[in-house]
């Protein structure tokens, strides 16, 4: 079967570093995706990994194994804007199918 | 710069009535989605197209339909619609930015049946 699981909620202070983790079960992989979704808003591209490592994006680093079917987002100087759902997103199947997690609520606080 | 549109931010219908919801997207993408999304249960998919006149089905294509005519244009079609399809409904197109493959979303649409 098909499954991808990350942490239900996640608090932390401004200024902060925030790790949210996705672990992934699923028939074939052929790349992992991070989306930020605000409320009642659409989700907005954050990152795509493909090769195991790290990549950073300014304040946002995103990391994949795919021998362990892992990876992170990693948020630094945490601001209050970063109060969003963060949704792991895995390719996979012969059309590359984009199966997501369920999202991570992620609430900064002052 | 606007890259994918949805016809309705809001829409309210009763139940038994036709629905159709539409998406453009202007990037030239060949490959098009329609997802729900619904508290606890993240997004899933209804149904794709890899292709004009193409669909496949998604995780949960039961009661619904698409169409897709032109490159640009994917339209989920509820055929009649009942209160359990009471969501929010995320249209995406897929394709190759600056060398990397990136999928973008529309504004979403949500829908509310009574």
């Known amino acids: 079967g098909q499954n991808i699981d990350q942490p239900t909620e996640m608090t932390a202070t401004e200024g902060a570093i925030v790790q949210i983790n996705c672990t992934y079960q699923t028939s074939g992989f052929n790349g992992l995706f991070w989306y930020q979704q605000h409320a009642g808003e659409a989700p907005t591209f954050l990152s795509y990994?493909?090769?195991?490592g790290l990549e950073e994006k300014g304040r946002f680093s995103s990391f994949l194994s795919r021998s362990k079917g892992y990876s992170y987002l990693l948020l630094k100087e945490l601001q209050m804007k970063d109060s969003a759902s963060y949704l792991c997103a895995v390719f996979s199947g012969g059309y590359n199918k984009l199966i997501f997690g369920a999202g991570t609520r992620l609430a900064v606080h002052p | 710069d606007v890259k994918v549109t949805q016809s309705s931010r809001y829409l309210v219908k009763r139940t038994g009535e036709k629905v159709f919801l539409e998406c453009v997207q202007d990037?030239?993408?060949?490959?098009m989605f329609w997802y729900r999304q619904d508290p606890g249960l993240g997004l899933r998919l209804i149904y794709f197209?890899?292709?004009?006149?193409?669909?496949e089905k998604g995780d949960i294509p039961e009661g619904y339909s698409v169409s897709r005519e032109k490159k640009e244009r994917f339209s989920l079609i509820l055929e009649s619609a009942s209160t359990n399809q009471t969501s929010m409904y995320l249209c995406?197109?897929?394709?190759?930015?600056?060398?990397?493959?990136?999928?973008?979303f529309g504004p979403g649409t949500r829908l509310t049946v009574t």
């Open positions: 197209s890899y292709d004009v006149k193409m669909k």
């Open positions: 990037m030239d993408h060949e490959n």
């Open positions: 995406a197109s897929r394709g190759l930015a600056g060398g990397q493959d990136e999928q973008y």
């Open positions: 990994n493909v090769l195991d």
